[in-house]
Structure formats: structure tokens, C-alpha cells
């Protein structure tokens, strides 16, 4: 036979060798099933390698070709060789280690156990080698060695990845023995049938579920697919476990419909979760992959808590009647490409640190992002939050995150909102058009479980050290102070600007909103736009380090005029009025309310005069030089009242009662002695 020839052949042959290998492979599964093998006894897992063999003038080099998975048992061919084959398949772990019980087991294989001849396929000039071999999750790399040298073959083994086939299911069931499953029909529950627990329940590590497209229906608020196990892998499923989707309701019964609790290192994929409280519940777990999943009309698309490491990827999560995503307490996550529209809310993180939210959309929804109590050192990367009717981002009280490169517009209400938070960084972001402010510091009130995000109560926000580097402009700049920005160190503040003349001088203002009814300037040298502004403080300023004076404080007041010289003023005088409610509600005497301003070290009281009152409020005037930050405050009821009108500090204190205690006390016993006298 010519070399053309054997070359024909040598192909022919290699052809034939695949051909009967696979039928003799199909034979030997079909004869396992109708054996009476249990439906769900997972035999065990082989791979079939097929690797290239070439004869060069510097030896044999050997080369990675394919391999094909084997569900079924095939330790009778993994153990046929030839014990004086030259070939042996090595297989090692990811630390170098060879991997006894596999080289030892069926490591070794003889290709002439499919060619017929081990001489004449030597004779070839090239060949393919069959080797079966079991599969293991720690094999790293696999080499063939040759009379006693070795070549790596440079197999990629992350995409080596051996399923075990179970055989197919078509009804809820426990998946409790590691394998891979097929659903081979729909599963629909309807009123006659009842699930008291998941529909699907996988208890063994490594199952891998393929619904192929079929539905999982039931109106039960159970688990479509529940899992505490890791390698847990779903995916091609259509899932609706619910009713009453619309409305979340705390510690309502939902339906979800992937539920994984600890189940490490699983994964979700191309899924469609509709209609239940949650479309994926991830609990305690750590390495799960989402991936390509459709999440639309649950109570909560995603819910993920306690947990970290997961990877959220190309998702989209529309029209949940609360949350989009919602992580609690969840560490180190990664969200990439996901849209998140039309949801009551977009996406919160709550207490939720070191997370990566990059090249995501969620626009149209409630708001669309909020980072809030402790959500500390994010990466938003890239976001787009647009056309969402309560804000675009809002921060409260967390710290140290970064945005860059992101877009908050169109958006009712603020772009960007920043609460009791410190150290973020805003850079190469927009926040344009938004209807209130594009960017805003505001403070909120945790009442009755609603924030309230005008600047009425609760405590100062600090808002320090956040920073806004490299902002993009909108069409009309930003951000710009007075417009754009709105602090809330003030509770309310009002302006007022005149042109003085010489003598007295008043300024009116709306005591309502900034205690101050009025201050009167009286000045010897006439000025023009005098401008005089009385900021009411939600709280002692930081940089005051003095302590509140009096028994409490009433209001903190920021008094600052612009254009008034200081040289040309002969006297200042306060009008203001403090309530009668929070007087009475706080036990202070109306006699001893002062004005107090701050001289940088100290709390001074200035001469107060109580001038009037109402059935609603005392009204007062107080005197002063110059205009800087003040206090109101008074003392506490002690006994009798001095007159209305009387210089503040002229009540009856306790050392007044005191001596006129003993000095009744001296009568007493004078009068006692001159009794006793006059008996004698």
C-alpha cells in the first residue's frame, strides 16, 4: 500500500474509530436506561478526549483536539488498556499535585483498542488518540506523557465542565442526588393541588436544572426553585409562584421564584421570573451568577441579603411594585449592564458596602438609586438615572462612595440628594433639568416608616467632605449655589436689603419661619443695598464650642449683613418671639428668656426686655453691637414671677428664697425669746 493510500485509509479509519465509538457509547446508555436504572440515580461522569498525535522529525508532539461529556458508567472502557501502552493520561490539581485515583484508575489508555492494531497506527505519520477518562471539579491541567516525557496539553479546564445526566423530570419533586435535569414539560398547579413547600427543592450539591423553556405556575406564594446547596445551576426557566404581586406588605407570605439560601457558587441563567413577591432571593450565598435574566410584575425583582461576592450581570428587572434590587447587608457585589425601569423603586442598597454598580440604567421608576444607612464605599460607574418621579440618586447616611462618569436627569424632584453623609466623590457626572434642585443636601425624619425629605426636623446634616470634581455643565451651568444647590444647615432663612439713612432703620421679617420679627439698625452715615439675612439653624452650630446657655435652647440663630459698615453703626436692636407651647412644654420662666451671642469663645447674654405677648407668643428685644450667630434661651420656673416688662435675671431665684427663709427663720426666733421673757 502507497503513502496516498495509507493516508486515505488513516483517515477512513479515524472517521470509523469516532463513529463506532459514539454508537457503542449510545448502546451502552440506552442499554443502562432499560435496564430498569432509577430515574434519578445519577450514574457516574466520564470525558472522552480526543487529542491529536503528529509524528515530527523531533519526536511525537501531541495536541488538544475536543472532548465530549459521557453520562452514563463507562469504567469498562476507561479500564481497558493495553498495561504496556507508551501512552498515559496525567491529570493535577490546581497545585501542581497529580491526581492518584485518576492516572491510576484509568489514566492509561490504548488507542489500539479502537483501531485494531497498535503497530500499524504507529506507522502513521499522524492520528487522533481516544482516551476515556473520569471527570473531577480539581482537575487543573491534563498532560499525556509519553515514554516518560510529558506535554501539557493546554487545556482551558474551566471550560471543561462534565454534567451528570439524570433523565428528565415533568412534576415538582426533590432533587436530592447530584446531576443534571431536565424539565421535559410544564408544571402548572392549579386550585385542586396545593404546595405547602418549593415546587422544585434541589438537597445535593451540584445539581444543575434545565427547564428548557417550560413554566413553573402555582398561586401557592411558595418557591418555584429552592436550593440550599451549592453548584446549584437553573436556568431556561419561566417561573410564576404568586398572587397579590402588586403591593409589598412586610411580613407578608410571597411567593419567589428562585430562592437561594447558602447555596455558594450558583448559578442563574436565562431565566423569565414573573408575578411573585420575589423573582430571585438570594440569602446567605456567596458566588452566585445571575445572568441574563428577565424579571418583570413581582412585588421584588431582586432581593439579595447577608450576602457577598455575587455577580449580578446583563439582567433586566422592570415594573416591580417595590423593589428593583434591593441588597441589605450585602458586601462586594457586582451589578453590570442591568436596566431597572418602571419599578415603584429602582435600586437600594442598604447597609450594603464595597459594591460595583457599573454600565447600569434605572430610569422611570420611583427613584432610581439609593445608597442609605451605611451603604459605605460603592462604585457607581457610568449609571444612567433618568425620568424617575421622586429623585435619581439619593444618599443618606453613607459615606466614602464614588460616582463617576453618570448621568441624573429629567428627574422630578432632585438629580443628586445628599443626607448625613460624608467623604463621597461626584466626578464627570451630570445632573441636568431635574424640577427641583440638580443637586441638594437635605435632611430627613424616619416617621411612621416614610422619609420625609423636606428640611423640617431631625438633626443637622453634616454633609462634609463630599466633593464634586470635574462636573460636566449642563446647558446652564452647574452646580450653581442658591439654585442648584440647596443646604440645609438652615431650617428657613430670609433676606432683606434697603438703602439706610441716617438715624433708625427697619428691617422686617417673618418671625414665623425665623423667630426674628425685625431688626431695627440705627446708624450715623447713610449706605445703599444694605442686605440683612437671618438664618435659622436647625441646630448649635459645629464650630460653636461652647455649650447650649440656659436650660435649653429655643433657636439657634446666623444674623450676617452685607454693605453695613460696621464704623458708621451706633446700635442694633433684635425684635423676636418665642412660643408659649414651648415655654409651658419645657417648664421656662418667660422672665428669664435671653439673647445670647456667640464671641467665638462664649455663650454672652445681651439686655433682653420682654416687651408683649399673645395668646400664641412673648414677644422681646434685645440690644446688641455687631451681627454674627445667636441663641435664645431662658431658665427654668423656680417659684413667684417678677411683672411683665422686668429686666430678664430680675425673677425670684432660689438664693432670694433662701434668705428670706432665714430671715423668717431669725424672727421666728426672736419672737419665740421675747416670748419666753415675758412669761418669765
Same mark, same amino acid.
Not at 501531541?62 to 463507562?74: E, H, K, V
Not at 479500564?79 to 491529570?91: C, F, M, N, S, T
Given at each position: 500500500m502507497n503513502k496516498k493510500n495509507r493516508t486515505r485509509v488513516k483517515k477512513d479509519v479515524s472517521s470509523v474509530i469516532a463513529t463506532v465509538l459514539i454508537i457503542f457509547i449510545a448502546i451502552n446508555k440506552f442499554s443502562s436506561i432499560v435496564s430498569g436504572a432509577e430515574a434519578f440515580n445519577p450514574p457516574s461522569c466520564y470525558i472522552m478526549l480526543e487529542i491529536a498525535e503528529e509524528k515530527t @522529525? *523531533? =519526536?511525537?508532539? #501531541? %495536541?488538544?483536539? *475536543? #472532548? @465530549? *461529556? $459521557? !453520562? =452514563? +458508567? !463507562?469504567? +469498562?472502557?476507561?479500564? $481497558?488498556?493495553?498495561?504496556?501502552?507508551? !501512552?498515559?493520561?496525567?491529570? !493535577? +490539581? %490546581? %497545585? =501542581?499535585?497529580e491526581i492518584e485515583k485518576y492516572s491510576s484508575y484509568s489514566g492509561r489508555f490504548d488507542y489500539s483498542f479502537y483501531d485494531g492494531s497498535q503497530e500499524s497506527l504507529i506507522e502513521y505519520d499522524s492520528g487522533t488518540l481516544y482516551a476515556i477518562i473520569p471527570y473531577s471539579q480539581g482537575i487543573s491541567s491534563i498532560k499525556i506523557s509519553y515514554n516518560g516525557v510529558e506535554t501539557d496539553l493546554g487545556i482551558d479546564s474551566s471550560k471543561i465542565m462534565c454534567e451528570k445526566a439524570t433523565g428528565d423530570i415533568d412534576d415538582c419533586t426533590n432533587l436530592n442526588v447530584s446531576g443534571a435535569y431536565n424539565l421535559s414539560d410544564d408544571i402548572i398547579i392549579n386550585s385542586s393541588r396545593k404546595l405547602s413547600g418549593p415546587c422544585i427543592n434541589v438537597s445535593a450539591e451540584d445539581v444543575t436544572l434545565d427547564c428548557r423553556g417550560h413554566l413553573i405556575k402555582s398561586d401557592d406564594n411558595v418557591a418555584g426553585v429552592y436550593s440550599n446547596q451549592p453548584g446549584t445551576t437553573v436556568k431556561n426557566c419561566r417561573i410564576d409562584m404568586g398572587e397579590n404581586y402588586e403591593i409589598w406588605v412586610p411580613n407578608g407570605r410571597y411567593g419567589k421564584g428562585i430562592e437561594l439560601s447558602g447555596a455558594n457558587n450558583s448559578v442563574i441563567l436565562n431565566n423569565t421570573l414573573n408575578g411573585q413577591g420575589y423573582g430571585l432571593y438570594i440569602y446567605s450565598a456567596s458566588g452566585v451568577r445571575a445572568e441574563g435574566n428577565s424579571f418583570d410584575s413581582n412585588a421584588e425583582g431582586i432581593y439579595m441579603k447577608s450576602s457577598s461576592g455575587n455577580a449580578l450581570i446583563n439582567n433586566r428587572v422592570n415594573s416591580s411594585g417595590s423593589f428593583g434590587v434591593l441588597l441589605i447587608n450585602s458586601m462586594n457585589n457586582t451589578l453590570i449592564r442591568m436596566t431597572v425601569k418602571t419599578n415603584g423603586q429602582g435600586i437600594t442598597l442598604d447597609a450594603s458596602s464595597g459594591n460595583i454598580l457599573s454600565d447600569v440604567v434605572t430610569n422611570s421608576n420611583g427613584y432610581g438609586m439609593w445608597l442609605q444607612l451605611g451603604s459605605n464605599e460603592n462604585m457607581l460607574i457610568n449609571v444612567t438615572s433618568d425620568n424617575n418621579s421622586q429623585g435619581g440618586l439619593r444618599l443618606f447616611q453613607s459615606s466614602g462612595n464614588r460616582i463617576t462618569g453618570s448621568e441624573f436627569n429629567s428627574n422630578d424632584y432632585e438629580g443628586i440628594a445628599i443626607s448625613r453623609s460624608s467623604g463621597n466623590v461626584i466626578e464627570n457626572t451630570r445632573a441636568c433639568f431635574n424640577t427641583r434642585e440638580d443637586l441638594k443636601y437635605w435632611r430627613s425624619i424616619y416617621t411612621f416608616g416614610y422619609y420625609d425629605f423636606s428640611c423640617y426636623e431631625s438633626s443637622l446634616n453634616s454633609g462634609g467632605g463630599n466633593r464634586f470634581m470635574a462636573a460636566t455643565n449642563c446647558s446652564d451651568g452647574w452646580p450653581v449655589p442658591g439654585r442648584d444647590y440647596f443646604d440645609c444647615t438652615f431650617a428657613a432663612r430670609q433676606t432683606v436689603t434697603k438703602n439706610v439713612v441716617v438715624g433708625g432703620n427697619s428691617f422686617d421679617f417673618n418671625g414665623s419661619r425665623v423667630v426674628v420679627d425685625g431688626i431695627g439698625v440705627e446708624v450715623n452715615m447713610s449706605m445703599k443695598n444694605v442686605t440683612i439675612t437671618v438664618g435659622k439653624l436647625w441646630e448649635k452650630p459645629s464650630y460653636v464650642i461652647a455649650d447650649s446657655p440656659g436650660a435649653g435652647a429655643y433657636a439657634y440663630l446666623n444674623i450676617t449683613a452685607v454693605n453695613l459698615t460696621v464704623g458708621y453703626v451706633v446700635n442694633v436692636t433684635i425684635n423676636f418671639s418665642v412660643s408659649r407651647l414651648w415655654l409651658d412644654g419645657n417648664g421656662l420662666d418667660k422672665n428669664t428668656i435671653t439673647l445670647y451671642r456667640y464671641d467665638n469663645v462664649t455663650w454672652m447674654p445681651l439686655p433682653t426686655y420682654l416687651t408683649g405677648e399673645d395668646s400664641d407668643y412673648v414677644h422681646y428685644t434685645a440690644v446688641t453691637n455687631h451681627l454674627t450667630d445667636f441663641a435664645i434661651s431662658g431658665d427654668r420656673m423656680t417659684g413667684a414671677q417678677t411683672g411683665a416688662g422686668a429686666a430678664p435675671g430680675f425673677a425670684v431665684t432660689s438664693l432670694t428664697m433662701a434668705i428670706c427663709a432665714a430671715v423668717l427663720l431669725v424672727l421666728g426666733m426672736l419672737l419665740q425669746m421675747r416670748r419666753k421673757d415675758m412669761e418669765w
Open positions: @522529525t *523531533n =519526536g511525537i508532539r #501531541f %495536541s488538544f483536539i *475536543n #472532548f @465530549t *461529556n $459521557l !453520562y =452514563g +458508567d !463507562y469504567s +469498562d472502557l476507561a479500564l $481497558l488498556h493495553d498495561e504496556k501502552a507508551p !501512552y498515559l493520561i496525567k491529570l !493535577y +490539581d %490546581s %497545585s =501542581g499535585q
